[in-house]
């Protein structure tokens, strides 16, 4: 079992910065793949990025792609969200998920590819 625990979260002006954790305890962290998702009142979760174990390979939701980045520390069982110029449409429970992977290469952007899954930070970008 692995647990996933974010923070960071909190409220922002719009074009601000945040930045999210997600700290990973239980079975041993390296070589799980790594993503980000969220979900806004109302509507379904979507994915935001991913992350290979290695951290050498990412993707990113069109949406986000050139303001957030996300990277892996192993070493800290932590992957991390950095968003800037946030928009209020970014407004929603962001959620870290983690799955095995025997491929240091590979990332995931289906839910349904991930085991486990942390309990969510609210982010809030007011206008």
């Known amino acids: 079992q692995v647990q996933l625990v974010e923070s960071g979260g909190g409220l922002v002006q719009a074009g601000g910065s945040l930045r999210l954790s997600c700290a990973a305890s239980?079975?041993?962290?390296?070589?799980?793949?790594m993503g980000w998702f969220r979900q806004a009142p109302g509507k379904e979760r979507e994915f935001v990025a991913a992350?290979?174990?290695?951290?050498?390979?990412?993707n990113y939701a069109d949406s986000v792609k050139g303001r957030f980045a996300i990277s892996i520390d192993n070493a800290k069982n932590t992957v991390y969200l950095q968003m800037n110029s946030l928009k209020p449409e970014d407004t929603a429970v962001y959620h870290c998920?983690?799955?095995?992977?025997?491929?240091?290469?590979?990332?995931?952007?289906?839910?349904?590819?991930?085991?486990?899954w942390g309990q969510g930070t609210q982010v809030t970008v007011s206008s």
């Open positions: 998920a983690a799955r095995r992977s025997y491929s240091s290469s590979l990332y995931f952007d289906l839910e349904d590819e991930y085991e486990y």
């Open positions: 239980g079975r041993t962290f390296s070589r799980y793949a």
């Open positions: 992350i290979s174990w290695s951290g050498g390979n990412t």
